[in-house]
């Protein structure tokens, strides 16, 4: 541990090797790019050419085993990989799951599950980009959930509803969470929860049906409803009955990967807010000699170099191969403070025109208030960080 946290390279230049040809890929796809799929109908806004580009330059098999065809690469690389997409016009939501959800399987999936789908996702013609866990009943309660998957015969019998689950009609797999049996009395409610890995090549229309929302995303995210889905034994990823531990191990990977993701769009908002400060003159001379504008500018800029370092933190953690908890709950936090206060000192460096489509600032402040809420909010995010790092009550 001691000796990971030592070689933890600190200054965020590092893996320019993977920054420079990121930022190539992310150029054909300026901030045009994705205004004009905001302009479709909603079920037209996933970013199909982006998300193609993406799978095909082998940056996101950088979690998989290279035995499996992947870059077998520390969650720090990955890492870097996502805040260079986001320190661009660009958004990863459509593509993160590639990356952080293949590592349920490479942790606990059987040796038949991994041979059969590693290699095909590695090389990007699987593709993994679905999650559905969340339900409209339970919310962030994850033992509350209704959707219930049933053993009959050879196989199991799905149904349910899940809401907001994203890119849930252009992936090949998508990772579901039901309930199998009732949780013991006086034990852990979430006991009894397992993971299903759906083929949705099949399932789409046949056990799953999806509406997509209308929502100010630069994705796609759907309420599904699943009907006498049925699913093969070997669906299940690794024991009956504790999906809810490997969704707990999964969403710590995923707070580290997002903490990266508001980190790059800190990037994106502290260089634009920067150069548009330093050109913008009034009274006679730039804005950015005005404390008004430059002051909010640097105190963002120390909040994401701190919540950059407890992201490299986390990271490490990993990498040394320990579970990183409640760090990665902090990661998560500061990030996506830090990107809303720097995102805030963009928009008030940019008066009226913030507001303008063209400057891509009101577009990315979304994306940037999208990550408080989603996946983990922050109030769950602090109650991680009370019980687990504190050792205060649990707050729910
Ligand atoms: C763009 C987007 C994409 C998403 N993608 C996915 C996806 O791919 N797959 C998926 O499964 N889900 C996804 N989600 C769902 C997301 O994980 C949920 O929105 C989140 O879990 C919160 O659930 P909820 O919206 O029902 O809020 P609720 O649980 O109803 O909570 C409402 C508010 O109350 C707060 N709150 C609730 N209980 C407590 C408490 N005990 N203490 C303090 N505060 C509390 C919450 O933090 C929140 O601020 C996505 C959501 C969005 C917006």
Request: net charge negative.
């Amino acid at each position: 541990m001691t000796d990971a946290l030592l070689r933890m390279r600190i200054d965020d230049t590092d893996y320019n090797e993977f920054r420079d040809p990121l930022r190539a890929m992310c150029d054909a796809f300026p901030g045009a790019y994705w205004r004009a799929l905001e302009d479709n109908p909603p079920d037209e806004r996933f970013p199909e050419d982006f998300a193609r580009a993406a799978m095909e330059s082998g940056f996101l098999s950088a979690l998989v085993d290279e035995g499996y065809g992947g870059a077998g690469l520390p969650l720090r690389v990955a890492a870097v990989i996502l805040e260079t997409i986001h320190s661009t016009s660009c958004n990863a939501s459509s593509v993160i799951g590639q990356m952080y959800l293949p590592t349920i399987l490479g942790k606990h999936g059987s040796a038949a599950q991994k041979q059969k789908y590693l290699p095909g996702i590695a090389a990007g013609d699987i593709r993994f980009l679905a999650s559905a866990i969340s339900e409209e009943d339970s919310g962030s309660d994850l033992a509350a959930i209704a959707t219930r998957a049933e053993k009959r015969g050879e196989g199991w019998v799905v149904n349910g509803t899940k809401q907001w689950v994203n890119n849930a009609r252009y992936t090949d797999l998508m990772l579901l969470l039901a309930r199998t049996s009732e949780a013991p009395e006086g034990g852990d409610p979430r006991d009894g929860l397992t993971v299903f890995l759906v083929d949705m090549s099949k399932a789409l229309d046949n056990g799953v049906s999806a509406e997509v929302i209308d929502a100010m995303i630069n994705s796609n995210s759907e309420n599904l409803v699943i009907k006498d889905l049925e699913l093969p034994v070997d669906a299940v990823i690794g024991e009956i009955g504790k999906g809810h531990e490997y969704i707990r191990e999964l969403s710590e990977v995923e707070s580290i990967l997002y903490a990266a993701c508001a980190s790059g769009d800190s990037d994106f908002f502290s260089d634009k807010a920067v150069k548009y400060a330093n050109e913008r003159v009034v009274f006679g001379r730039p804005i950015s000699y005005n404390q008004g504008i430059q002051f909010p500018i640097s105190k963002a800029f120390v909040e994401v170099q701190g919540a950059k370092l407890i992201g490299n933190k986390a990271a490490a953690i990993y990498d040394a191969g320990k579970r990183p908890g409640a760090t990665a709950s902090m990661a998560k936090h500061m990030a996506c403070e830090a990107a809303w206060n720097m995102a805030d000192a963009c928009f008030t460096t940019h008066g009226g025109f913030a507001f303008a489509r063209e400057y891509d600032v009101e577009r990315k402040w979304r994306d940037v208030r999208i990550m408080q809420m989603a996946p983990q909010g922050t109030n769950m995010l602090l109650a991680d960080i009370g019980e687990n790092d504190l050792g205060m009550p649990r707050s729910f």
